[in-house]
């Protein structure tokens, strides 16, 4: 009698984490394929290599934004080495957090950009000033090719944006779910350095 009565328990406990994934799944999907990188875009300077990178946001992340939402892009800028023989090699890697905050009633639109140790507000006049600075990387810094042995490497970038995280119980039942809004990365082209 007791087995029956544990089949019934596990049973009734599978059925109510089901319940709860197809009533959670519709807030939490994604669409992975909406955002893209249009370029990562690779200069060398003055001994200094530098990445610049655009991101497309999709429609729903912009309507999210332009109702009150606030969002927060993550930037990964990393290089790695290539190797033949071997998996990549990551040297050196950079964080961007940016924060979106808009305010349609009052029309205030800014922007906190924290970049290793330092923190920068801007503010925008509209919307789509805010989008065009917030999702572009411009001349970003990387590393010194004096710092790098001789080789051929590559910059990926990955962008994306947290979603609110969930209470801790529900979080704990519902491991399988992203806790990303969405996620994308494109590499460059790989370049050499020479001794």
Not at 149 to 173: A, D, H, M, Q, W
């Amino acid at each position: 009698m007791p087995i029956v009565n544990f089949q019934r328990r596990i049973t009734q406990i599978v059925i109510f984490l089901l319940i709860l994934l197809m009533t959670f799944s519709p807030l939490f999907s994604t669409n992975v394929h909406s955002h893209q990188i249009n370029n990562v875009l690779v200069s060398v300077n003055n001994n200094e290599i530098y990445v610049s990178t655009t991101v497309i946001p999709d429609s729903n992340f912009v309507e999210s934004l332009s109702a009150g939402i606030s969002k927060e892009l993550i930037f990964y800028l990393d290089l790695f080495r290539v190797w033949n023989l071997w998996p990549n090699e990551f040297i050196k890697g950079s964080k961007i957090i940016r924060i979106l905050k808009s305010d349609p009633i009052k029309r205030d639109f800014n922007v906190i950009n924290i970049d290793n140790t330092q923190t920068v507000e801007r503010k925008f006049k509209d919307i789509e000033g805010m989008l065009s600075w917030a999702f572009n990387i411009t001349d970003y810094k990387i590393a010194n090719i004096r710092d790098l042995e001789p080789g051929k490497y590559f910059i990926k970038v990955t962008v994306e944006s947290n979603i609110k995280r969930l209470p801790p119980i529900i979080g704990y039942f519902l491991f399988f779910l992203s806790q990303s809004e969405f996620s994308v990365s494109k590499k460059s082209h790989i370049f050499t350095i020479n001794p």
